[in-house]
């Protein structure tokens, strides 16, 4: 009933000095999860699929988009769906089709020039279709299995008078940021900065997102929101806590086979997680 887009949400929470949370879907159990913590917080969230979920199934975006598009549409709380990390140009141009109202494109590993070249084209392609566009300026460390990148070396974290050019001159909706968190942290011990958020804030138009937010402490993500941060992406809990239950289920029974006797709980510890990271956005 509520396939909502992701620009409304991001807006909403923005005027009302909220965060609104983007959970990453690798599997359908990922978005059941996410639908049914947001139901039980009623508060939206985001449903985004990333380039490297899409990989895993095989290149093919569709079925996932499909799965994921359909529970949204059966939920009672509204969720969007949203296209993450994106490099390749043609997966890009695919989300149109698959019912995207939104993507992240990620040139962050290019030359500051060519971040802003490429992705001033991809925001081109986008609007002209209105789809909302997300990029990164600054390195958000630990994607694709690469070591946790220092955030103090130069050029890591995001410059707010840099960040002003680009969001000028690339058109963007929404800029990710460098700013103290890395990709794929299992614990959560990173310290953001949250006087570079501020900055950040005060020097771009359009809201910030966090990246890498299952290594920040509740009380971190609180700051960050208050200091003018919006999109809250979320995706390494969720595999934390499904794994978990997995992990423990198959270790107490060492000879069941039926993948629903652990992925009910996996899926219900994963809406438990949702639902966590849900009540901090506020
Ligand atoms: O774009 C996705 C997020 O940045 C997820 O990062 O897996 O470290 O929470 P995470
Ligand atoms: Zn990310």
Do not use: C
């Amino acid at each position: 009933m509520s396939l909502v887009s992701t620009g409304e949400l991001v807006a909403e929470a923005r005027d009302a000095g909220h965060g609104v949370a983007a959970f990453n879907v690798i599997t359908l159990e990922h978005a059941e999860a996410v639908a049914l913590g947001a139901e039980r917080a009623g508060l939206p969230a985001i449903l985004q699929i990333s380039e490297n979920a899409v990989r895993f199934h095989g290149g093919r975006l569709a079925p996932i988009a499909a799965a994921s598009a359909a529970v949204a549409r059966a939920s009672t709380a509204r969720l969007s769906l949203h296209l993450d990390h994106v490099t390749d140009v043609d997966l890009l141009r695919a989300s149109h089709a698959e019912g995207f109202s939104s993507v992240m494109f990620d040139a962050s590993k290019l030359t500051y020039d060519e971040n802003v070249k490429t992705t001033a084209d991809a925001v081109r392609w986008g609007h002209e279709r209105g789809i909302w566009v997300e990029a990164e300026l600054g390195r958000v460390g630990g994607k694709e299995g690469e070591a946790p990148l220092d955030a103090h070396a130069p050029g890591v974290r995001t410059d707010p008078a840099e960040a002003a050019a680009y969001v000028a001159g690339t058109g963007v909706d929404a800029l990710a940021v460098a700013v103290g968190s890395s990709h794929a942290m299992t614990e959560r011990t990173a310290a953001l900065d949250h006087e570079l958020i501020g900055s950040l804030a005060a020097a771009v138009p359009v809201p910030l997102v966090l990246h890498g937010s299952s290594g920040v402490p509740d009380e971190e993500i609180r700051r960050a929101i208050a200091a003018g941060m919006v999109k809250i992406n979320v995706g390494t809990a969720l595999n934390t806590a499904f794994t978990g239950e997995v992990r423990g289920y198959l270790a107490a029974h060492t000879t069941g086979v039926d993948p629903r006797k652990y992925l009910a709980p996996a899926r219900e510890a994963m809406a438990g997680t949702v639902t966590g990271f849900l009540g901090l956005l506020k």
